[in-house]
């Protein structure tokens, strides 16, 4: 295990998101990247490591009629992609020579579902925003991964506000949204309790997440959120701390991790909105007045705050474009799982989609 490498051209498996579910997908290496620098050889061990990157492009499988393999690559590609080294998976296929001068790989079902499996367990809170996205297409076979969400959260759940009681889905590649979005419930939701200090990414209470700051790099350079030294939030992701620090029109949230003057020196960063609620249990001793700077929110960002809350449900208009028909798991096999599954998922000119569930005689699939 320690001896597999990757490089260029050599077959990958991963994760890649389509219609809203994560499909294993099957990817020919394009380039690595560590630290933001192309590299030509990885070892297998080093994908771990946060700093690498694989670009990817996709190979559509297509199924085979045949005793010892269920699936073939049938020479075409899709699309290209960049995904989290962590989020990938060597292979070693079985090739195959139909015709002189063009091989091919083959694959088993069981191979893939083992793969899909145990790259999706790996997955985790902060990754899925990470994982590429990928359109319908024909001639496209992958395998979608879930989980039974009777006993766990379904990983890709977490793209929806843990607070918000209908599905309101959050772009968590853009961190000042998410923190605006959590800031009108610090200050409007009444089932949040602004004593417990709630984080400003998750909403749980302190001191399950703990932030760290650090002065930036470079002589002008302010405060920004120190990632490597910060702990407990899974659903923390990068920003500029600058930006995000500064009420404006349009980003009418100033709630970021600050600095205690009153705390020792390395303590935990507290969140603006929750400054008040710290002095009162931390310092209670202290002048509160004597730090408004610090906490107090402006009319003006109440007010914009105020507005994004009120307006979270609006729907946004329908297209009048008509799409293709969902992907649907039967509600009925869903309801009935208790271990995780995944569930085949094969396209060629028409959607098609079999449920693979492990029961106590094995693996057996049902046609929806």
């Not at 083959?106 to 790259?119: G, I, M, T």
Request: contains cysteine; aromatic residues 8%; proline residues 6%.
């Amino acid at each position: 295990m320690g001896d597999r490498t990757l490089c260029a051209n050599d077959p990958i498996a991963t994760l890649v998101i389509c219609e809203n579910r994560v499909f294993l997908a099957v990817g020919e290496t394009v380039d690595l990247q560590s630290d933001g620098k192309p590299v030509e050889l990885l070892s297998a061990d080093f994908l771990a490591e946060p700093s690498v990157n694989v670009r990817f492009q996709v190979l559509n499988l297509c199924a085979v009629d045949s005793m010892d393999d269920d699936w073939e690559w049938n020479k075409t590609r899709g699309g290209t992609y960049s995904t989290l080294g962590r989020l990938v998976e060597p292979l070693d296929p079985t090739v195959l020579v139909r015709e002189a001068g063009k091989p091919t790989f083959v694959f088993k079902s069981n191979d893939l579902r083992a793969l899909a499996l145990a790259l999706y367990d790996k997955l985790s809170k902060a990754d899925i925003v990470q994982v590429p996205k990928v359109k319908r297409t024909d001639h496209h076979a992958c395998f979608v991964c879930e989980k039974d969400t009777r006993e766990t959260t379904d990983t890709l759940n977490e793209r929806f506000c843990p607070a918000c009681p209908t599905s309101f889905e959050l772009d968590w590649n853009n961190g000042p949204r998410v923190l605006e979005h959590m800031a009108t419930h610090m200050l409007f939701d009444r089932s949040i309790d602004r004593a417990t200090e709630p984080c400003g990414f998750c909403l749980r209470p302190q001191p399950m997440c703990v932030f760290f700051t650090r002065k930036g790099k470079g002589k002008d350079s302010g405060l920004q959120v120190d990632l490597k030294k910060s702990h407990g939030c899974e659903r923390c992701v990068p920003f500029q701390y600058k930006s995000a620090s500064t009420c404006s029109t349009h980003s009418p949230c100033s709630n970021v991790p600050i600095v205690c003057p009153r705390c020792p020196s390395g303590s935990p960063a507290v969140w603006k909105y929750n400054f008040l609620a710290h002095l009162q249990r931390a310092h209670p001793t202290a002048n509160v007045d004597d730090y408004k700077s610090l906490y107090s929110i402006s009319g003006s960002e109440t007010a914009g705050l105020r507005t994004l809350w009120d307006s979270r449900y609006v729907a946004r208009r329908a297209s009048r474009t008509s799409g293709p028909a969902p992907l649907k798991i039967s509600e009925e096999h869903r309801a009935l799982l208790v271990v995780p599954y995944v569930a085949l998922y094969f396209m060629h000119h028409r959607a098609e989609l079999t449920i693979i569930q492990k029961g106590r005689c094995g693996w057996h699939s049902t046609s929806i």
